[in-house]
């Protein structure tokens, strides 16, 4: 029989106090789904101190995770690691948000959207469209 209080025993679990890097993302809610969260990490969006991660990489508390999703990083360290879908007061205990706040409407609109069917833009406008980006 395992001996849960340290994690040894027979099962296939990866030990006491830790947690696959996917489904420890989907646990929380970074994700919508556990498989939208393993193809991140197997794209190369989800890096674990600073490494880049594999889908059954474990999690530890104190582990800094990276995501990019949706358009957005989120740099998180985690305080539990869980591997079942908790809901989201108890999801909010589980890691530390440290990312950067999210872009307003009105900075996403800044970014320069082109008229739909003005086609490609000209090195006239593509200079404009750097200097509006501050490159």
């Known amino acids: 029989m395992a001996d849960e209080a340290t994690g040894t025993g027979t099962g296939t679990g ?11 993302i ?6 919508k789904t556990r498989s939208v969260a393993a193809t991140a990490c197997r794209a190369g969006h989800v890096k674990v101190n600073g490494e880049r ?5 474990a999690v530890r508390a104190g582990d800094e995770v990276r995501l ?12 539990r ?29 800044v970014v320069g959207v082109r008229d739909r069917g003005t086609g490609r833009p000209t090195k006239r406008d593509r200079r404009e469209i750097e200097s509006l980006r501050g490159r």
């Open 68 to 79: 990019f999703h949706a358009g957005r990083e989120r740099i998180v360290v985690v305080k």
């Open 14 to 24: 990866t030990g006491a106090g830790t947690a696959r890097v996917d489904a420890w």
């Open 81 to 109: 690691p869980v591997t079942k879908r908790v809901g989201p007061p108890v999801a909010a205990e589980c890691f530390i948000d440290n990312s950067p706040p999210a872009p307003t409407r009105i900075e996403a609109e």
């Open 26 to 31: 989907w646990s929380v809610r970074l994700t």
């Open 53 to 57: 991660a594999k889908p059954a990489q």
